[in-house]
């Protein structure tokens, strides 16, 4: 017998896994079971404790960790691996071969491009003034664009644009936008130095092959 469970309206791809104590289309409040299509992609694992709500669109080979939390209406790309013990809020965009760490939380309508690497602990927000009665007119999430990395610990504000390649330094505030391949960290955030001239601690250029 199944140790998960699966509602209505779910389209789950070929080799897929969904392990013990998952959900699967779990309808928001407002909708009922089998109202909205959820569907995953070939060559999906779902570990134990994930709940992924209803009106998901998830491409090939998405896997999550233990306990993951995908919430309504998220439009997923192939190659996707999500954290254990992660938040992804709803209306979210996430591209091709993105990765997100354990114990994220990404709000609403944030938009993470094609190969983004999020570290452990990150948060993006998408309300700038919360419990404001104008919240809606000026709440907008933030771009990690392609190929960024956002160091474990970072918060990207509502808004806020992190150009493509540019590496966020751990434990950044990223108040404002970020050009692209730069290194930028602190709190608030400010730009250092270009991608180009990071050096490890051993002396080697910092070097991608996604670039």
């Known amino acids: ?114 190969g983004a690497w999020i570290g452990p602990g990150c948060v993006t927000l998408l309300t700038p003034h919360p419990r404001c009665k104008n919240k809606s007119k000026c709440s907008k999430g933030p771009t990690i664009g392609r190929f960024s990395v956002i160091g474990a610990g970072s918060t990207v504000l509502p808004g806020v644009k992190v150009g493509n390649n540019s590496l966020i330094g751990a434990g950044s505030l990223v108040t404002k936008n970020i050009p692209a391949k730069v290194l930028a960290y602190g709190s608030p955030a400010e730009v250092i130095k270009s991608t180009k001239e990071i050096k490890c601690q051993v002396g080697l250029k910092y070097e991608r092959d996604d670039f």
């Open 1 to 114: 017998m199944a140790n998960y469970k699966i509602f209505k309206n779910v389209k789950l791809g070929k080799n897929s896994i969904v392990e013990d104590y998952s959900i699967l289309g779990k309808p928001p409040i407002g909708f009922q079971d089998g109202e909205l299509i959820t569907s995953l992609g070939d060559n999906t694992t779902i570990r134990s404790n994930t709940v992924v709500y209803a009106g998901n669109r998830v491409n090939n080979n998405f896997q999550t960790g233990h306990g993951a939390l995908i919430r309504e209406k998220n439009s997923i790309d192939a190659d996707v691996t999500f954290g254990s013990h992660s938040i992804l809020e709803g209306y979210c965009k996430v591209g091709r071969g993105v990765v997100v760490h354990s114990n994220c939380f990404i709000g609403e309508h944030t938009q993470i491009k094609q």
